[in-house]
T-cell receptor, first 115, second 117 residues
Framework: QQQVKQSPQSLIVQKGGISIINCAYE??????FPWYQQFPGKGPALLIA?????SEKKEGRFTISFNKSAKQFSLHIMDSQPGDSATYFC??????????????FGKGTMLLVSP | GAGVSQSPRYKVAKRGQDVALRCDPI?????LFWYQQALGQGPEFLTY????????KSGLPSDRFFAERPEGSVSTLKIQRTQQEDSAVYLC???????????????FGEGSWLTVV
């Protein structure tokens, strides 16, 4: 059972455009929603994250929109640049009773920003 | 070091061979995670350590997979009798705190790319 569903699988955006990646989750216990950026041959790197008590978080050109009732969240990249070309993963975690939590990842979106 | 360091970066193993993958987390990080990332997929959780204690190994796919962190710092993921389906990138990650991920950033290494032929 895939707990975090991510779409689209791939995305091509022109330079200066807006890139939008969507994720949906099933586990209502999730309480932390990060987005990771991964370049080829590198490990995932945290880009931006949100908790369910806010509906939007913005950091520079990157914005997370969160809809708790719909159990959906999305990443918006404004003024997309060729350097943003990478694979983006949404993830979710829950604060387990044992005092730690692990990340459940979506399958990823390959973003290509054309010059 | 400045980040999570993994070695070897690339490993080609013959089917049936045993392999050992090493992770050196960020100094002082209490939590250590191993993830498996198949080609074109997102990382999937394998196991978690809090210091030297392995608190969760529910993601290990079979008893051929074994992980340890004997002194609470460096960790080793061992795969016995490798199979072709074990081919993947094995990612190690660490975080400072021992409690849940609310605002606790998890830092990933660059991964060990395992190919079983």
């Amino acid at each position: 059972q895939q707990q975090v569903k991510q779409s689209p699988q791939s995305l091509i955006v022109q330079k200066g455009g807006i890139s939008i990646i969507n994720c949906a989750y099933e586990n209502t216990a999730f309480d932390y929603f990060p987005w990771y950026q991964q370049f080829p041959g590198k490990g995932p790197a945290l880009l931006i994250a949100i908790r369910p008590d806010v509906s939007e978080k913005k950091e520079g050109r990157f914005t997370i929109s969160f809809n708790k009732s719909a159990k959906q969240f999305s990443l918006h990249i404004m003024d997309s640049q060729p350097g943003d070309s990478a694979t983006y993963f949404c993830a979710a975690s829950t604060h387990e009773n044992s005092g730690y939590s692990t990340l459940t990842f979506g399958k990823g979106t390959m973003l290509l920003v054309s010059p | 070091g400045a980040g999570v360091s993994q070695s070897p970066r690339y490993k080609v193993a013959k089917r049936g061979q045993d392999v050992a993958l090493r992770c050196d987390p960020i100094s002082g990080h209490v939590s250590l995670f191993w993830y498996q990332q198949a080609l074109g997929q997102g990382p999937e959780f394998l196991t978690y350590f809090q210091n030297e204690a392995q608190l969760d190994k529910s993601g290990l796919p079979s008893d051929r997979f074994f992980a340890e962190r004997p002194e609470g710092s460096v960790s080793t993921l061992k795969i016995q009798r490798t199979q072709q389906e074990d081919s993947a990138v094995y990612l190690c990650a660490s975080s400072l705190a021992s409690w849940g991920a609310l605002g606790n950033t998890i830092y990933f290494g660059e991964g060990s790319w395992l190919t079983v032929v």
